[in-house]
């Protein structure tokens, strides 16, 4: 869990639609090369114990394989979330995907596709979210200006490669209480080959092109 995870949930916190958030842990089997749930829970257990006030957060795991079906997961996400009392459900970029193979919004955009009170849920759909160093905080292309090249940007590829290969990463990418759980799980952790993913390289104007299409 990464600074903009943790964006995420804060953003949820602020916006005033909710008096709490649950960081609900998918927690069973998952493609080679993804974090086990074992240790992304004490990430999520450092998170919440250094950087949020433990009465607006929980944290529960849901012991379900990933199926890594992108917008349909995403669906399903909601579905279950509803049932445990959930009123929204935070939706970023390329939710449950693996790989390219969905767009990085389609899992926002399939919940307009649903006929109206399908869910009584509401989706929290939130754009691409880095660290900015002239913004000097969190930000997203909603709300930043600002170059590529002033973004913390790190996709979860290049994070594993980061960690398996030894390589240090910028303190705005990830509280140093959660890089150090993850640090000590690479250090045994079997290594995967690392394929490049094809957002990795996404500018802000490709990105346009992208959610423009979809509308
Ligand atoms: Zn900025």
Not at 8 to 16: I, N, Q, R, T, Y
Not at 17 to 25: L, R, S
Not at 153 to 182: C, N, Y
Request: glycine share 8%.
């Amino acid at each position: 869990m990464h600074r903009s995870h943790e964006y995420l949930v804060k953003f949820a916190l602020e916006s005033g639609a909710v008096d709490g958030a649950i960081i609900h842990a998918i927690v069973g089997a998952l493609k080679a090369g993804d974090i086990p749930g074992e240790t992304r829970v004490k990430c999520y257990e450092a998170l919440i114990n250094n950087w949020f006030p433990k009465q607006n957060i929980a944290l529960a795991v849901y012991p379900m394989e990933m199926r890594y079906g992108g917008p349909r997961e995403a669906l399903l996400h909601a579905v279950f979330r509803q049932n445990f009392g959930c009123k929204y459900l935070i939706v970023g970029r390329d939710h449950a995907g693996v790989g390219s193979y969905y767009g990085p919004f389609d899992a926002q955009t399939i919940f307009d596709e649903l006929w109206p009170d399908a869910l009584e849920l509401t989706p929290m759909k939130i754009n691409w979210t880095f660290y900015c160093y002239k913004c000097e905080s969190m930000a997203s292309l909603m709300t930043c200006p600002h170059g590529k090249e002033d973004r913390v940007i790190v996709s979860g590829t290049q994070f594993r490669r980061a960690m398996q290969e030894g390589a240090e990463l910028p303190k705005e990418f990830g509280r140093s209480e959660v890089l150090a759980i993850l640090e000590e799980y690479y250090q045994t952790a079997e290594k995967v080959e690392i394929k490049k993913h094809a957002y990795e390289d996404l500018t802000p104007e490709m990105l346009k092109k992208i959610q423009e299409g979809k509308k």
